[in-house]
């Protein structure tokens, strides 16, 4: 038998500088199973985040909250201070970068079952489910990608930080860049160009590391928001309406949500800074995959670095007969959102046929262009965006995210670079997060099962561990029980 410790010395090829373990708050310490232990993973298959196949039968270890040695499979007792986990039949994936995930819920106040409710529609902040939800799927990064209540997010990411809070290393973005519109309550609606200037200032002081622009803003507004922040280093994305693709392209724009559904270029009749709510999705409807517009677009996005953030959970939603949740999502809703997220199932269900076949061929088209951006060259990124229709649960959607990916045509390893490298590559920390690599941080996720050919065994999460810290997903699942929706 190979004496392990010899072993894993001679693999290690970055010196990895030892660092004092955190010290972890109460709250914290209650879902934690390994605190600052070295770790040392055994006979375990690591799909890398690289996009790489996955390499069968690995020791992976862990030291000072950094990876310290990947080397051949060997068995090994645990020296003092260390932990060894049998990784005979599991996977080991780095963390998933999260880059739609929001710290929000969307109730919609007295929603009956056909489906009408009254103004105003208040958006409830989920500060503690939703970070708890993310890092139980193994997600230990995310993009809050809009904020309604910017001091909550702000504060939560010093908590966790702290080791106070369980919950994923967060970018907290701004709260919206919107324009004149009285869609939601909570945010802000800008003045002209200057006020969104002012607006981007305040924020970066305040802390936020990322904007996002949303469906009203006007071209200016855009334009000077992204100024202001790309002179500060920050990064701007945009779920836009009233601002085409190509508009936001030539105003510099570093990110756009919900891959090509929220292009208005081909809507019929738009007029410039206006957004045409009924035909928020016309260029999917009109552009065929492979034809001169999505050609173009593609081209254009790619020639000036645009990336692309796939959101399909989100929308895998409007369309009847798709999957139900995962038992275990349902069990962490409250009874009220159970009701709402079932009530608006069934009037899915119940939609025309011709209206269903429309939804589901405008999902295939919009799988068809992520792939078509990718193949060529495209950097795609990937978050659940968890609103819709109350069924896009944080965590339980993020493995939903890489399955639709497996779904639109690529390959297991490819879907989950998607979710982990390429958002580390977006996010600037490429070089710290993202990939299972000797030196990076661990953040580390083991599964039962393989991934690599069953994309769904993402699900069947038995650790996560965050910059070594290992936490307990049935604990944190169990902590939020009947809870999301309400706090
Ligand atoms: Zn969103």
Redesign the pocket.
């Known amino acids: 038998m190979l004496d392990a410790a010899l072993a894993l010395a001679a693999l290690t090829l970055t010196a990895v500088a030892p660092s004092t373990p955190p010290s972890l708050g109460p709250t914290v310490r209650q879902v934690v199973v390994h605190e600052g232990a070295r770790l040392l993973f055994t006979h375990v298959r690591v799909l890398d985040g690289t996009g790489r196949p996955a390499v069968e039968d690995r020791n992976v270890a862990v030291e000072g909250g950094r990876i310290a040695a990947i080397g051949p499979g060997a068995d090994a007792s645990a020296a003092a201070g260390q932990v060894v986990i049998d990784g005979r039949g599991k996977t080991l994936l780095p963390g998933l970068v999260g880059l739609?995930d929001?710290m929000y819920y969307i109730a919609r106040p007295d929603l009956d079952a056909t489906g009408h409710s009254d103004p105003p529609l208040v958006v409830p902040q989920m500060t503690y489910s939703s970070p708890r939800l993310y890092l139980a799927a193994g997600v230990t990064t995310v993009r809050t990608?809009?904020s309604v209540e910017g001091y909550a997010d702000l504060n939560l990411r010093g908590l966790i930080d702290a080791w106070q809070v369980p919950g994923p290393h967060l970018d907290v973005t701004a709260p919206y860049l919107q324009g004149k519109s009285d869609l939601f309550m909570q945010m802000y609606q800008l003045r002209d160009a200057a006020d969104a200037r002012r607006f981007v200032a305040f924020w970066a002081d305040a802390g936020a590391t990322s904007f996002k622009a949303y469906m009203h803003i006007t071209r200016a507004e855009l334009g000077a928001a992204i100024e202001e922040a790309h002179r500060r280093g920050l990064k701007v994305t945009g779920?836009l309406c009233s601002v085409t693709y190509p508009e936001a392209i030539e105003l510099g724009i570093d990110d756009l949500?919900?891959g090509f559904m929220t292009n208005t270029q081909l809507a019929p009749g738009k007029q410039p800074d206006v957004c045409p709510m009924d035909q928020s999705s016309a260029f999917v409807e009109r552009a065929e995959p492979g034809g001169p517009e999505a050609t173009a677009l593609i081209q254009s996005l790619v020639a000036h670095h645009v990336t692309v953030t796939s959101?399909l959970p989100?929308f895998e939603h409007s369309i009847p007969n798709r999957p139900p949740l995962d038992p275990r999502a349902m069990e962490v809703l409250t009874p009220e959102a159970r009701t709402d997220y079932l009530y608006q199932r069934n009037l899915r269900a119940a939609a025309p046929p011709e209206v269903a076949a429309k939804r589901a061929a405008t999902f295939r088209r919009e799988q068809q262009l992520e792939l078509d951006f990718v193949r060529a060259g495209g950097l795609l990124v990937t978050g659940p965006?968890?609103?819709g229709n109350g069924g896009t649960i944080p965590g339980f959607a993020n493995h939903r995210a890489v399955e639709l990916l497996v779904e639109a045509g690529f390959t297991p390893p490819e879907a989950v670079r998607i979710a982990t490298l390429n958002g580390a590559v977006y996010l600037g920390r490429e070089r710290t997060i993202g990939s299972v690599e000797v030196g990076k941080a661990a953040d580390l996720v083991l599964v039962r099962g393989d991934p690599s050919t069953r994309i769904s065994d993402l699900r069947q999460v038995e650790l996560v561990v965050k910059d070594g810290v290992a936490f307990d997903p049935e604990k944190l699942l169990e902590s939020v029980r009947g809870r999301y929706g309400q706090y």
Do not use: F
Request: aromatic content about 0%; hydrophobic content about 10%.
């Open positions: 739609h929001h990608t809009g779920h949500e919900h959101t989100v965006d968890p609103t």
